[in-house]
């Protein structure tokens, strides 16, 4: 941030601004507002909310985010994700739709606009690291799976109850000999022409002769043209009276409101939870989008930063009508691709889609409910990744179980059980990971300085030395663990005179480890050995320093693993030494 007149801050990005710039962010906004028209409205469906809560959501946010945010393109406003958490959050206090139901939806915007905030006065943007991203991924696919099938009821013109994807899917079963047929006609046509322009419309508009900017431009708008399609079409049919079909309606016309939220401290408690899981799987969001597309162009973001932006967002939103926003993934590639430059784009973006809540409202109209929800299902396929569960199924066992438990959890008991089943098992797999580290006893590789695991390499030792390798830190979890396996060694060999602890791979000792060291070297002192400790890094030195343990250590700290052997047990250095059989030296 930089300093305008008065004293006023300015965003970094508004220094050497030119006609150049400013042409690429115009350009990158009418693409970007002609997506997030309909994807707004779509949304905000989604969330129970009127569909101009959706346009109202998208203007303060993109507005507060260009002034606070660090990075150059994410656009900021309703999501998917988001939008279902927010239903799932109020959907028990309120009817969707009323009054109460949209003073909720604000009040909860409020409090994650007030938490992010909080979280970047406190610093805190390394919270995000708690959700790693298999369980980001399996509880965003699920995420998708379920709103793809909450709204498939919508496409089919059908009455489905249902708190999670088994009954959902169940009731759209039961349901589907009742699917009104013009309804699924439009909305299966609607999702089937959203696929199609995905892949075809920009290869066929440049085979026509459009440059490739600008049929990129015109497929990205395929969303708007399909809406129009239909609402023009259930105009010129009167579907909505003669068939059936049912529409948005009148939509208020006018500016964003001015609004406030609730401050009954029982809603607050109620919603303070969803709130947090809000703010958080939303900063998570944003920065992975906002790290990504920065890396390309060499520019970096701030995550502190980034809380403070997304909370003013959110407070912004919960002040002029909205619900809880977030950095979406598509749209901040769509301004990426598009060319953007400068938060300006964003900018620029909230006044198209003022001018769309002040002038296209009535427009909307006759835009069939069906066509919205196909919006919804084809943007949040795109987010469905099943592929992690092979990966990670090869890789790691442990980032499989996180993917599956997160996926399966959410699926069958809703998002925040999801997200919070997930944290709740990877923070236990750790744990129990790093509870019994990896401890290898290692020798000198022949002709060099190096030490590796006897298991693994052909090596030289001595009876009377052991040389154990630590890969972990050592904290209460794993004293113990290393403890065991120094008696069972020292148990096993009657002739070992001096260990040594390589500790290379120590990154800290805490006071219960310290304890445990400190016991490891009382009981081999009574049994006649001496402990010894070598590559202990500088962090942990000083604070082992600043203990009394070194002073009474029975053996000696060693630079290297390689002094302390040469010192302790010079046999295996000569044994190292010795050209091996068949080789001349």
């Not at 980001?136 to 919508?154: D, N, P, R």
């Not at 090869?394 to 980032?399: E, F, K």
């Not at 509870?435 to 022949?446: F, Q, Y």
Request: charged content about 15%; proline content about 5%; overall charge positive.
């Amino acid at each position: 941030m930089g300093s305008g007149p008065g004293g006023l801050p300015t965003p970094e990005w508004t220094r050497g601004y030119d006609r150049a710039t400013f042409s690429s962010d115009w350009v990158a906004a009418l693409i970007v507002t002609l997506m997030l028209i309909p994807q707004s409205l779509a949304y905000a469906a989604l969330a129970g909310l009127p569909p101009e809560v959706g346009l109202y959501a998208s203007i303060a946010p993109l507005l507060l985010y260009a002034a606070f945010g660090s990075s150059r393109v994410l656009a900021v406003g309703p999501v998917a994700v988001v939008s279902l958490m927010t239903a799932t959050a109020i959907g028990e206090f309120a009817q969707a739709g009323s009054p109460a139901y949209w003073t909720l939806a604000i009040t909860l915007a409020f409090i994650s606009g007030a938490m992010l905030v909080l979280m970047s006065v406190l610093r805190l943007g390394f919270l995000a690291n708690f959700l790693s991203h298999p369980v980001i991924s399996g509880f965003i696919t699920a995420s998708a799976l379920l709103i793809a099938a909450g709204q498939l009821k919508v496409i089919l013109g059908i009455q489905v109850e249902g708190h999670n994807f088994v009954e959902l899917v169940m009731g759209l079963v039961r349901q589907a000999p009742h699917t009104h047929l013009l309804t699924a006609s439009i909305g299966l046509g609607m999702v089937a022409f959203l696929f199609w322009a995905r892949r075809s419309i920009k290869p066929l508009l440049i085979r026509l002769g459009l440059g490739p900017r600008l049929s990129d431009g015109l497929a990205k708008a395929a969303p708007i043209g399909g809406i129009a399609v239909t609402a023009l079409l259930t105009w010129a049919g009167q579907w909505h009276s003669l068939g059936g079909v049912r529409i948005v309606g009148a939509v208020p016309q006018g500016l964003p409101p001015l609004t406030l939220p609730s401050w009954d401290s029982s809603i607050w408690q109620q919603l303070a939870v969803p709130a947090l899981l809000i703010s958080v799987v939303g900063f998570v969001e944003s920065v992975s989008v906002g790290q990504t597309l920065a890396a390309k162009r060499r520019q970096r973001i701030e995550p502190n930063r980034e809380l403070l932006a997304l909370g003013a967002s959110n407070l912004g939103a919960a002040m002029t009508g909205g619900f809880p926003v977030t950095g979406g993934f598509a749209r901040s590639v769509v301004n990426f691709d598009a060319g953007a430059q400068t938060p300006a784009a964003g900018v620029l973006t909230a006044v198209g889609i003022l001018l769309a809540a002040l002038l296209l409202t009535p427009a909307l109209y006759y835009v069939p409910q069906a066509a919205l929800a196909a919006t919804i299902v084809v943007a949040v396929m795109s987010l469905v990744d099943l592929r992690i569960l092979r990966s990670t199924w090869a890789y790691s066992r442990a980032d499989f179980s996180a993917v599956i438990v997160t996926l399966l959890v959410t699926l069958a008991s809703g998002v925040e059980a999801g997200l919070v089943a997930g944290v709740s098992l990877s923070l236990a797999l750790y744990l129990f990971k790093t509870s019994r580290p990896h401890i290898a006893e290692v020798g000198l590789v022949a002709g060099s300085e190096h030490f590796r695991n006897v298991l693994r390499h052909q090596v030289s030792t001595s009876p009377q030395l052991a040389s154990l390798r630590v890969d972990e830190s050592l904290y209460f979890a794993n004293a113990r663990a290393l403890e065991d396996r120094i008696n069972a060694l020292v148990a096993s060999r009657p002739e070992l005179k001096h260990l040594v602890l390589q500790c290379s791979a120590i990154n800290d000792i805490d006071a219960s480890a310290l304890e445990s060291l400190e016991a490891i070297d009382h009981r081999l002192r009574d049994a006649g050995l001496r402990l010894h400790l070598s590559e202990v890094k500088g962090p942990v030195m000083d604070r082992l320093q600043r203990t009394g343990f070194l002073q009474h250590l029975s053996g000696k700290v060693y630079l290297s693993q390689f002094q302390a052997v040469k010192e302790l047990a010079p046999e295996i250095v000569g044994q190292s030494n010795r050209p091996i059989e068949g080789v001349s030296g």
